[in-house]
């Protein structure tokens, strides 16, 4: 089943409600605030433990660069002049 864009997977118990399962994201979420949960497996252990096995995906990186004086992400705001002149500026490479 799908629970907030996460794909979950519960195993050996029997009718665990959204709620619940909710719950435990978030719990999972407290510890690690920058990522997002991809995959979650919700387990029976002895008594009533539970097992919780997830994967995280990594927040998306966003380049900044600073042209003529300005911090940037994309030049989508940029008029032509200044597109332009980006695009004039020698590129310097890592050897």
Not at 41 to 69: K, M
């Amino acid at each position: 089943m799908v629970v907030n864009g996460t794909d979950v997977t519960v195993k050996g118990i029997d009718n665990i409600s959204e709620q619940e399962i909710l719950a435990y994201m978030n719990l999972i979420h407290k510890d690690n605030q920058r990522d997002e949960i991809e995959t979650l497996e919700i387990s029976a252990e002895s008594g009533d433990n539970v097992a919780l096995d997830y994967t995280l995906r990594p927040p998306q990186f966003q380049r900044i660069r600073r042209i003529t004086g300005y911090l940037v992400g994309t030049l989508d705001r940029f008029n032509n002049a200044k597109r332009a002149e980006e695009h004039d500026r020698v590129k310097h490479g890592l050897h």
